[in-house]
C-alpha cells in the first residue's frame, strides 16, 4: 500500500493550494479516505473525510466552507483543495486509508508541508 501527497507549499494569507494523494495497493473507489494535519508543535488534528462514492463529505470545523475534498476514482487520487488559507492552516498534511468505515487511518502517506505566510 502506498499513498503519496504532492501539492504542499508556500503561499500567502488568502491564497490557495490543491493537494493530491496518489494511491496504489488497495482498491481506492471502495475505501473511505481522509486528510489529517499536524501543526508545528501540535497533534495531529483531523481535516476532512470522504466517502468510497465521493458523495459525502465532512469537515472540521475551522475548514467548513474553505476546504474542499475530492476524489478521482478512475486516477486513484485523492485531492483537497484549499482556500482562503489562513496562518493557522500551516501544518503537513497526510492523507489517510480509513479501516472498513470506523473513521480509524490504516494506512498513512508521508506527507506534505503546507506553510501560509502572514
Known amino acids: 500500500v502506498q499513498l503519496v501527497e504532492s501539492g504542499g507549499g508556500l503561499v500567502e494569507a488568502g491564497g490557495s493550494l490543491t493537494l493530491s494523494c496518489a494511491v496504489s495497493?488497495?482498491?481506492?473507489?471502495?475505501?473511505?479516505m481522509h486528510w489529517v494535519r499536524q501543526s508545528p508543535g501540535k497533534g495531529l488534528e483531523w481535516v476532512a473525510t470522504i466517502h468510497s462514492d465521493g458523495d459525502s463529505t465532512f469537515y472540521t470545523d475551522s475548514v467548513k466552507g474553505r476546504f474542499t475534498v475530492s476524489r478521482d476514482n478512475a486516477k486513484n487520487t485523492l485531492y483537497l483543495q484549499m482556500h482562503r488559507l489562513k496562518p493557522e492552516d500551516t501544518a503537513v498534511y497526510y492523507c489517510?486509508?480509513?479501516?472498513?468505515?470506523?473513521?480509524?487511518?490504516?494506512?498513512w502517506g508521508k506527507g506534505t508541508l503546507v506553510t501560509v505566510s502572514s
Open positions: 489517510g486509508k480509513d479501516l472498513f468505515g470506523y473513521y480509524v487511518v490504516e494506512y
Open positions: 495497493g488497495f482498491t481506492f473507489s471502495t475505501n473511505w
